[in-house]
């Protein structure tokens, strides 16, 4: 059993930034994607973007330019820098690991962090 635990979120200006951590514990490796889902109240999770371990990247069009994410595969942390945060933005925060390929069976998230943008 893998376990995410994301920390990192909090209230912040718009324009401010905010960096989101994610230490997974487990059987996480190179093979799986990780990255980052928001969800808002009554909304589905959506993709904010995520990394393969090999460092493939993959962003919402929303927040191309603007966050950035990164893992290090020694510490099993996956992060995501969020810059010119805009009230948009507010959600909470999922971190989540999965085999693409075997996603119905290997797919774990975190416990969420708020991240609320606002002025």
């Known amino acids: 059993q893998v376990q995410l635990v994301n920390s990192g979120g909090g209230l912040v200006q718009p324009g401010g930034s905010l960096r989101l951590s994610c230490a997974a514990s487990?059987?996480?490796?190179?093979?799986?994607?990780m990255g980052w889902y928001r969800q808002t109240s009554g909304k589905q999770r959506e993709l904010v973007a995520d990394?393969?371990?090999?460092?493939?990247?993959n962003y919402a069009d929303s927040v191309k330019g603007r966050f950035t994410i990164s893992r290090d595969n020694a510490k099993n942390t996956v992060y995501l820098q969020m810059n010119s945060l805009k009230p948009e933005d507010t959600a909470l925060y999922y971190c989540?690991?999965?085999?693409?390929?075997?996603?119905?069976?290997?797919?774990?998230w975190g416990q969420g962090t708020q991240v609320t943008v606002s002025s």
């Open positions: 989540n690991a999965h085999l693409s390929t075997f996603r119905s069976l290997y797919d774990f």
């Open positions: 487990g059987s996480i490796d190179r093979r799986y994607v």
């Open positions: 990394i393969t371990g090999g460092g493939t990247t």
